[in-house]
């Protein structure tokens, strides 16, 4: 029997809470297709730096390392908010396993269920049946990681310095990945920029038009991102796949997360080259709920399923877990967050139990 090694890093809040509802359903999901999983459990973020002095310890990148993908949680909370920005879980853990795994395809999707349209912040009417978009940001480059990037002291003050760079090697990689991508959906591609200003974006223009020749299915716009961040805002539904570099992809794909209106129903996943990759979920730790068992556990089961359709090519066993959580928000089943008037109100445990007995 084919045995898959997955990293689990749960992290903090709600992490430990809606890891504990997946890993069963993944187990599930193995019986029933024919593999079997090793899990590795590992600290991440705030209870690392309590239990190991760091966000993320050397032992931990080992045990990630030795697996073929990492399951993530969530990490942060108001704990170690008063630790210097670098030095706090969400940061000092996040973007060294990106970059010491070369993390570069980071695929946010936002989708906005047609059921669930009354918990979007948008006018109904505007996104009758709810939208679909894809995020594809690039996650190991640009302004993030960009040298230099310091803090000098002046005569009359400080200087602080960042520095967006991008190689045509950097875009080329994460282009592929999104054309593909819209290959499969509704063959929309919007890159996202600021080509009237920035030196990047003008690299990143150029060198996505001439990759679009090998893509003749797929239609390319373009569009600054000020006004990307408008349009998201006012109709998303004009979007199939918007691809961005580093820093725009992080502030458009919560944009548009929020704009679903079910933050809590949304998984990501980073992808390395070949088949190793990071999947989480797009939402936070939620502190403010964290420990009370009400916690929306799908974002992190649809990263899970996630892991099956990229790391270990188990299509159809991510298509049954997706299936299985459609089912259950058609069968009226709600944690808190997308609740309304009339539907079942469950826990994150009940949620779980239920999404397993439709699997
Ligand atoms: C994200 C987060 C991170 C980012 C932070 C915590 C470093 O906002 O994953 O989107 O900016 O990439
Ligand atoms: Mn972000």
């Not at 940061?91 to 990106?98: D, G, K, N, S, V």
């Not at 929306?296 to 299985?324: D, H, K, V």
Request: some cysteine; overall charge negative.
């Amino acid at each position: 029997m084919k045995n898959y090694s997955v990293a689990v890093l749960s992290g903090d809040g709600i992490g430990p809470e809606v890891m504990e509802v997946t890993l069963p359903i993944l187990e599930t999901v193995g019986k029933k297709f024919g593999f079997s999983f090793t899990f590795s459990h590992a600290p991440v973020g705030g209870i690392a730096i309590d239990t190991k002095g760091k966000a993320l310890p050397d032992e931990t990148v080992e045990i990630c390392r030795g697996s073929q993908a990492i399951l993530f949680g969530s990490v942060g909370g108001p704990k170690w908010e008063s630790l210097p920005p670098n030095e706090q879980p969400e940061r000092a853990a996040l973007l060294p396993i990106r970059k010491i795994f070369g993390l570069y395809a980071n695929l946010r999707p936002a989708i906005c269920y047609a059921q669930l349209i009354h918990a979007s912040p948008i006018k109904n009417e505007f996104i009758p049946q709810g939208f679909d978009v894809l995020v594809v940001r690039e996650l190991t480059g640009g302004i993030y990681f960009g040298k230099p990037k310091e803090t000098v002291q002046t005569e009359t003050g400080e200087r602080a310095v960042d520095t967006m760079v991008y190689t045509t090697e950097e875009i080329t990689r994460i282009t592929h990945i999104a054309f593909k991508a819209a290959q499969k959906r509704r063959k929309l591609l919007h890159l996202i920029d600021k080509a009237n200003v920035l030196e990047t974006s003008i690299l990143w223009r150029k060198t996505v038009k001439a990759i679009a020749a090998q893509y003749p299915d797929v239609t390319l716009q373009f569009m600054y991102v000020d006004n990307a961040a408008m349009q998201v805002a006012k109709s998303p539904t004009q979007f199939d796949v918007m691809l961005c570099e580093n820093m725009f992809g992080d502030i458009i794909s919560d944009e548009i997360a929020a704009v679903t209106g079910s933050l809590g129903m949304l998984p990501s996943s980073s992808l390395a080259e070949g088949s190793f990759g990071l999947y989480e979920p797009s939402g936070g730790t939620a502190p403010d709920i964290a420990g009370k068992g009400i916690a929306n556990p799908i974002a992190q089961i649809l990263s899970a399923a996630l892991m099956l359709r990229y790391s270990f090519q188990e299509e159809t066993a991510a298509l049954a877990i997706e299936g299985a959580v459609k089912k259950t928000i058609e069968q009226g089943y709600r944690t808190g967050d997308i609740y309304t008037e009339g539907m079942k109100k469950v826990g994150t445990k009940e949620i779980g139990q239920i999404i397993l007995q439709n699997l």
